[in-house]
C-alpha cells in the first residue's frame, strides 16, 4: 500500500495544473464545441443542429477571408523566418554593441499590439502620416497604405513582421549559438569563405530554431484579429478581412451561436494548415 503511494506521489504535483488547464481549456473548448450547434444567449439556447455552420458558410466575406488569413499568414512568416535569421546572424557575428542591437531589435515585441496598430495606423495615413511625409521629402509620392484595397493588407503584414521579428530573431540567436564551432573552423581550414559557412553549416544546422518560427508565426498569422482590426478594421470594404475579424463581427452583431461556430472553423483552419506543415518540416530536422 505504502510503495502504490509512493509510486504516485509525484503526480499528485500534476493535480492543480490539471485542473487549471481543464478550468481554462478543455472545458471551453468543449463547451465551444457544443455551442456551435446551438442558438444561444446569456440565458437561453436551442439546439439547431448544422445550421450556424451552413449560415456561416454563406457569408459573403468568407470566401475573401480565407483567402485573406493564407496570404497575411504566409507572408508575416516567411517576413519573420527570412529577416530573422539574417538578423540572428548579424547579432551573432563580431561586432560591436551586440546587446544593445538585440535589445533594440526584441523591443517591438514587448510593446501592445494595440498600440501599435494605431500607431502604424497613424504613421501610414495618406496626407498626414510620417512615412508618406519622408517621402514626399524625396520626391516620392507615397501611396494610400491603409485606404487602398491592394496594398492594405500588404501594408498590415509589415507592421506584423516589424513587431513579431524580435522573437523570431531571438529563437534564431539561440539556434546559431547552439552550433558547434569546430564547424567554422573545419571549414575555414580548408579554405571556404562566409556564404559557404552560411549555406553548408548556418542555414541547415539552424533548422530546429527555423522550424519554431515556422509553426509560432504560422498559427499566430493564422489566428491574427486583434492588429488588423486595430488598423482597418477589415476595410476597406473586406479586403482585410480575415476569419477571425469575420468571426468578431459576428459576435458583436448578436449572432453568438453563428460566431461560436466560425470560432470552431477556425480552429479546425488552424489545425488543417499548421499539423501537415508542422510533421513535414520536422521529418527534414538536422542533428547536430
Partial sequence: MNKNINNMYP????????????????????????????????????????????QFFQEPSLRIGFRNTLIFAFTTMGGKVILGLALAVFLTSKIRNKDLLRSIVFFPALLSTIA??????????????????????FGITGPNWLGNPDIALLSVAMTDIWKGVGIATVIFIAGLMAIPT????????????????FWHITLPLSRPAMNTVIILALIGGLRTFDLVWAMTGGGPGFSTDLLASIVYKQYAAGFFGLSTAGNVLLFLFVAMVAFPIFKFINRKEVDL
Fill in 11 to 54: 503526480y499528485f504535483f500534476l493535480i492543480p495544473a490539471i485542473l487549471i488547464y481543464g478550468t481554462f481549456f478543455l472545458v471551453p473548448t468543449a463547451l465551444s464545441f457544443f455551442y456551435s450547434f446551438t442558438w444561444w444567449t446569456l440565458t437561453d439556447w436551442e439546439f439547431i443542429g448544422f445550421d450556424n455552420f451552413i
Fill in 116 to 137: 501599435v496598430g494605431y500607431t502604424f495606423s497613424s504613421m501610414m495615413h495618406p496626407t498626414k502620416g510620417v512615412i508618406n511625409t519622408i517621402l514626399s521629402f
Fill in 182 to 197: 569546430h564547424y567554422y573552423e573545419a571549414l575555414k581550414i580548408d579554405g571556404g569563405n562566409a556564404l559557404q559557412a
